[in-house]
């Protein structure tokens, strides 16, 4: 088994890659790796696309990295459990909507658009730990609660087009896009990494997770 983290130099890749090597032991996940060869990405048995920064030099880079095609192939085509973070999970969206509009991967229904709390007082970013809402069950929430912590980290979510495939919300000044999940993919908006033991049940169980 081999899980790949897809490097497109767009975010700190290292605590994500140990969150994941430990949880790899722990489930008999195999082998996990951070990589920028399409050959590995193509044969990974799972694959996780992390991101920091805006949406649109991400979805730039993501599509001018030469684990592009190979990413695409292995999820929709070979139907490989994939996982992204942060704005990895935004670039599944159809398009964001920072600074400029630009085409998204389109594996989600939704926009990405910039969070506007009702509650003035809130202050954008969001950042720091926020309560977890499950709206629909999934494998890689098994053993989670509503109410488990996550850690957040971001000026834009994601706004549903189909709300059934969002699967988890918080509430910061209203409903902010947590999780989102279809057929083989998941999405989370927070780092399961840096979110203590509910990030790594997250993780260990995308890590076991066969669609």
């Not at 000026?155 to 087009?161: A, P, R």
């Not at 083989?184 to 908006?189: E, T, V």
Request: contains cysteine; proline residues 4%.
């Amino acid at each position: 088994m081999l899980t790949a983290i897809i490097d497109y130099e767009s975010g700190n890749l290292h605590s994500a890659e140990k969150a994941f090597q430990r949880m790899a032991k722990e489930v008999g996940g195999g082998d996990v790796v951070v990589t920028a060869d399409p050959d590995v990405v193509a044969k990974a048995d799972h694959l996780l696309l992390p991101g920091d920064g805006a949406f649109p030099s991400c979805a730039a880079a993501l599509r001018a990295s030469g684990c592009f095609d190979a990413m695409v192939e292995a999820v929709q085509v070979k139907g490989r459990p994939f996982m992204g973070i942060c704005v990895g999970m935004q670039l599944m969206a159809r398009k964001g909507h920072e600074y400029e509009t630009v085409e998204g991967l389109g594996w989600i229904d939704g926009e990405v658009r910039e969070i506007k709390p009702a509650d003035a007082s809130l202050k954008i970013p969001h950042m720091g730990w926020n309560d977890l809402v499950i709206d629909t069950a999934h494998p890689v929430l098994d053993g989670v609660a509503t109410g488990e912590h996550a850690y957040f980290v971001h000026s834009y979510q994601m706004e549903m087009g189909d709300a059934a495939q969002r699967i988890a919300h918080v509430d910061y000044g209203g409903d902010v896009t947590a999780i989102v999940a279809r057929d083989n993919m998941i999405g989370l908006q927070f780092h399961p990494e840096k979110s203590a033991d509910a990030g790594l049940r997250m993780i260990g169980n995308f890590l076991k997770w066969r669609p």
